[in-house]
């Protein structure tokens, strides 16, 4: 086992709530009235499961070195004991993104979107850890999985992101998308 791989099991185990479960773009996910995160890939959890959603962590891709210093001196790791709040945002990028090149990827991504300079105002009250699903299967059903962490107070900076990157060049790429909040009991 290892602590780059991980699953979110939705279904009716786990200590993570779902409050709100959305399709922002595309079809939703089954509804279920909790998430385990679970240190490892699974393909079920015992539970009576929704679905699993699978995902590897892997290096920062778009980001210059002074970004990733940026990040790096002030982002938080997720289960921080105040961050009760959390939402796992699952999102796949259309096939013309993926034709696309890497420096082309990256020039919206961060020259017109200006994606990580959105994040890093909003550090270290968010904790986010993303998750590569792209290559592990053809089967995924989504390119990446985000994980963010919040205290209750910080909700509202967490929506504020939210906006803001769904406003910018970026997500015109979006063919999905599904916005699922959680609280921690």
Not at 17 to 41: E, F, I, N, Q
Not at 152 to 180: G, M, Q
Request: glycine fraction near 6%; proline fraction near 6%; hydrophobic fraction near 35%.
């Amino acid at each position: 086992m290892t602590s780059r791989l991980f699953s979110f099991a939705g279904g009716d185990t786990g200590p993570w709530r779902v409050t709100s479960a959305r399709a922002v773009v595309g079809g939703p996910l089954a509804r279920t009235a909790r998430v385990m995160v679970l240190p490892d890939l699974v393909a079920e959890t015992g539970s009576t499961s929704g679905w699993v959603l699978r995902g590897i962590t892997s290096n920062e891709r778009y980001v210059l070195r002074s970004e990733k210093t940026q990040l790096l001196a002030k982002q938080q790791d997720p289960g921080r004991p105040e961050a009760t709040c959390a939402a796992l945002i699952p999102i796949r990028k259309s096939p013309a993104w993926w034709a696309l090149t890497q420096d082309e990827r990256r020039a919206i991504f961060e020259e017109q979107s200006h994606h990580t300079q959105i994040g890093l105002q909003y550090l270290p009250s968010v904790a986010r850890r993303l998750h590569h699903c792209r290559d592990l299967s053809d089967s995924e059903p989504f390119d990446f999985l985000t994980w963010f962490e919040f205290a209750p107070e910080h909700e509202d900076s967490f929506n504020d992101i939210l906006d803001e990157l769904r406003a910018s060049p970026e997500w015109a790429y979006v063919e999905r998308e599904t916005d699922i909040r959680l609280v921690r009991d």
